[in-house]
């Protein structure tokens, strides 16, 4: 078990580009989510996923952002035209099919910097 | 979502010193989660909280789930230099299906040696 890991760590990007982001969940958690945080604040609930399937999105997720698992293990978060308002760190975390789903792990994290 | 307020904003305490803070909501929660997050990296689970008036210990940490199901609160004792960090409570409302976490704005805690 090594966790949760994310990739990259930093992405540093211009206003209007596209960036992808990775997560590999814990080998085995069925349920993938992934949160945004800003500086000040605590982390907020973008989307999660279910094996393969996406269930649920917050108001957050604008329809400049697509996430997707399709093979029900690592996921990818795409954000299309960056704006300077996405700057922040994206958080990934999964939890156990075996536990309870709400405690979730999280990974460290890749911090996005749109100037 | 559901706000979660987090008590107090931040701490500046000796070494060796007790930490209390604590967490509210106007909302149930049927579980209560403390995170510890470093600056640049994830937030890592501390304690986890599923039953109203649940004690529950980590070492040095200790938490409980409120009565009200409304509240819970984090104690450290004797607080050493690497507990510097922001705590955060979080925990999916009631009323939620999902178990997308709603997260307090954070504790920060300093230590001084």
């Known amino acids: 078990d090594t966790g949760v890991s994310q990739d990259p760590r930093h992405k540093i990007t211009k206003r209007g580009q596209n960036v992808t982001f990775r997560c590999d969940p814990i080998s085995e958690h069925n349920r993938l989510y992934w949160y945004r945080q800003t500086l000040g604040q605590g982390p907020e609930f973008l989307t999660y996923f279910q094996n393969e399937a996406q269930l649920e999105k917050s108001r957050l997720l604008s329809d400049r952002f697509s996430a997707e698992r399709p093979k029900g293990s690592f996921s990818t978060l795409e954000i299309q035209r960056t704006e300077q308002g996405d700057s922040a760190m994206y958080l990934c975390a999964s939890s156990s099919p075996w536990g309870r789903q709400e405690t979730q792990y999280f990974g460290p994290g890749t911090r996005l910097l749109v100037l | ?113």
């Open chain 2, 1 to 113: 979502g559901q706000q979660l307020n987090q008590s107090p904003q931040s701490m500046f305490i000796q070494e060796g010193e007790d930490v209390s803070m604590n967490c509210t909501s106007s909302s149930i929660f049927n579980t209560w989660l403390w995170y510890k997050q470093d600056p640049g990296e994830g937030p890592v689970l501390l304690i986890a909280l599923y039953k109203a008036g649940e004690l529950t210990s980590n070492g040095r940490l200790t938490a409980q789930f409120g009565i009200t199901r409304k509240d819970s609160f984090l104690n450290i004792s004797a607080s050493i230099p690497s507990d510097v960090g922001i705590y955060f409570c979080a925990g999916p409302p009631n009323s939620n299906s999902g178990y997308a976490l709603n997260f307090g704005k954070g504790t920060s805690l300093l230590v001084t040696p």
